[in-house]
């Protein structure tokens, strides 16, 4: 008898040094324009134009994680304990960075500290690397219906299968990871039934409501694995091993949907849409970070 191993390859990156995205001297990630004589032409994170003639420049990478909210304007939820959801999704997403490139793969943060970064500049960083993945990392605010497990919750853009199929991944792993925890665990809205991997759609448009997986053109997620509203949740995601947990959940997911064919699970069709012009996210009063 014969047995086969196959090793899992990680996809080669075509490395042709064309500055796509740049990290300023002073840390802040920016989808470069142009190249121009001593410097790059960047989009600043608030969107304005500008020239900047040092930094370190990223001319491919697999992977965009995205940190969601970010600055003292758009903190995001915050914790019955007081944890600021913009600080958790950045400590998570960093753990994620740490795992991919630990696994070999080639990972950009869209923000490595805190600052505001509406979406439109998140979504043109990955779409100017050309990455083959975007994971938006969020958590739940407030609380919901009593669940025996987990009720984590991944988002994907409608018709994005790749994006669906991500989602389904991450979804799976979650499940699997966070319920080897002990808490109170709810799942929304009051127990129904959005839990799961879906997406939400604009009562107004038919289109995509949220920007993280509408406007980026590559397969884009939102994942929403923990209730920072429930305080036994909240508990849990102030101890490093549940953040971990967390962050191998994404990874594993990732990795997934690299090296297999699976379809992912927990798909459920969407039981509202969203009728409002939402909150956060936009330009409006963005002051632009020291770029350096
Ligand atoms: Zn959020």
Redesign the pocket.
């Known amino acids: 008898m014969t047995t086969t191993t196959t090793i899992p390859v990680v996809p080669a990156l075509d490395h042709d040094e064309e500055a796509r995205a740049l990290i300023t001297s002073t840390g802040i990630v920016v989808p470069v324009l142009e190249t121009v004589i001593g410097g790059w032409r960047v989009r600043t994170p608030c969107q304005n134009e500008t020239v900047l003639l040092a930094g370190t420049p990223i001319d491919r990478v697999h992977v965009v994680i995205d940190a969601?909210?970010g600055g003292s304007a758009e903190p995001?939820?915050v914790g019955v304990n007081g944890i600021v959801?913009s600080e958790l999704?950045l400590q998570v997403a960093l753990h994620v960075e740490q795992l991919l490139e630990a696994a070999g793969y080639e990972v950009l943060l869209t923000r490595y500290s805190d600052y505001r970064l509406p979406i439109i500049t998140r979504a043109e960083i990955a779409n100017t690397l050309g990455a083959d993945l975007l994971v938006s990392i969020?958590?739940n605010?407030g609380t919901a219906g009593a669940s025996p497990a987990p009720g984590s919750e991944v988002y994907h853009a409608r018709d994005s299968v790749e994006g669906k199929r991500l989602a389904g991944l991450i979804r799976e792993e979650a499940v699997a990871q966070l319920a080897d925890f002990e808490a109170d665990w709810v799942a929304g809205p009051d127990g129904g039934p959005d839990e799961g991997v879906t997406y939400r759609l604009d009562a107004r448009t038919g289109d995509d409501f949220y920007g993280m997986v509408r406007r980026p053109t590559i397969p884009a997620v939102i994942t929403?694995m923990s209730y920072l509203g429930n305080p036994t949740e909240a508990a849990l995601l102030e101890t490093p091993g549940y953040r971990l947990a967390e962050a191998e959940a994404v990874v594993a997911g990732i990795v997934r949907w690299y090296e297999t064919e699976d379809p992912g699970s927990g798909f459920v069709e969407p039981s509202y849409q969203i009728d409002s012009s939402g909150g956060g996210g936009g330009t409006t009063g963005c002051v632009d970070p020291e770029l350096g």
């Open positions: 969601g909210h995001g939820a959801e999704n969020h958590h605010a929403e």
